[in-house]
């Protein structure tokens, strides 16, 4: 067995973007509540009030980065690395108490419907705000991914759906203050709060999967049964392959079969050999190889991997 650890570029790297992302969500924050000031628009304050949400979450999964690297200890043998999908569940949770609170204030101008004021610089600053969400939401799911970090994910996914919201608020916006009905802003913020509440279940459940020891994509898979195959001269077969995601790391397991009258020192070469090729494929992965004699060889249809 190997235990890998996240590299050090890696590291330093997921510290770097997750700071950059509380210094977005604060800018974006910033500008927000500017344009909900300048225009006193239920919309746009429900637009603000979620990007509250977005700086919160940029905090935590800073903190979920800073825990998910640190090395395995006596206490947690296998690492750290679950720590980013607990930030994830926290986003999908603060994202469902914005959508409540969004509704709140949705109802109270239902009930007493307000003036739009300075649409036109209350526009411009929100889309100057949505501009800066979307450029840094391509960039954290395109890294989180890179990196095999959810919490990035999840914060660029979670970002994505703030963009998505807040173009439709500006053009509600546009059509209230031309058409000079005013309910359709409270109308909008019902929808941005309806989206998000959706967007969060989504991202709550997608990091509850991780929690749950969901199985390497099919991509991943694949690429480790070619480096098995590749890797395995002198055993005989390589049969229940499973793979399971804990943050960045993938843990690797399979059953080895190898000529029963191999020797161990030859047949541990072949596992050395085995690991140093997974490693190389999977960066981050851990791999547990179980040697078995000839007589355990299972069929073909069981999925086994003949080498």
Not at 38 to 46: C, I, M, P, W
Request: charged content about 15%.
């Amino acid at each position: 067995m190997t235990t890998a650890s996240v590299p050090n570029r890696s590291v330093r790297t997921l510290h770097l973007i997750a700071m950059g992302s509380i210094a977005v969500a604060l800018a974006v924050m910033a500008l927000k509540y500017a344009a909900f000031v300048l225009t006193g628009s239920v919309a746009l304050y429900s637009d603000a009030l979620e990007s509250i949400v977005n700086l919160v979450t940029a905090v935590a999964a800073l903190v979920a980065i800073n825990v998910s690297t640190r090395p395995a200890d006596k206490n947690h043998p296998f690492g750290h690395h679950k720590a980013e999908y607990l930030s994830a569940v926290l986003e999908g949770v603060l994202i469902v108490v914005a959508a409540i609170l969004i509704f709140k204030e949705a109802y109270s101008a239902l009930v007493a419907p307000r003036m739009i004021e300075d649409f036109g610089a209350g526009a411009a600053v929100s889309g100057l705000a949505t501009l800066i969400n979307g450029g840094w939401s391509a960039f954290l799911i395109r890294r989180g991914k890179a990196l095999r970090s959810p919490a990035l994910v999840a914060d660029g996914w979670h970002l994505l759906s703030d963009v998505m919201t807040s173009v439709g608020v500006i053009g509600g916006l546009l059509l209230a203050y031309v058409t000079g009905f005013n309910i359709l802003d409270p109308l909008m913020a019902i929808a941005v709060a309806a989206y998000i509440l959706w967007s969060g279940s989504k991202i709550a459940v997608a990091s509850m999967s991780g929690l749950l020891d969901e199985a390497a994509d099919a991509d991943i898979q694949t690429r480790i049964r070619e480096a098995i195959k590749r890797s395995g001269d002198g055993a005989l077969q390589a049969h229940d392959v499973r793979t399971r995601q804990a943050g960045r790391v993938i843990f690797i397991e399979f059953h080895l079969v190898v000529p029963g009258r191999m020797t161990v020192d030859a047949a541990h070469d072949i596992c050395d050999r085995l690991e140093a090729a997974l490693e190389a494929e999977i960066e981050g992965s851990e791999v547990v190889i179980h040697v078995e004699p000839d007589h355990m060889a299972e069929g073909r249809s069981s999925g086994a991997i003949p080498l």
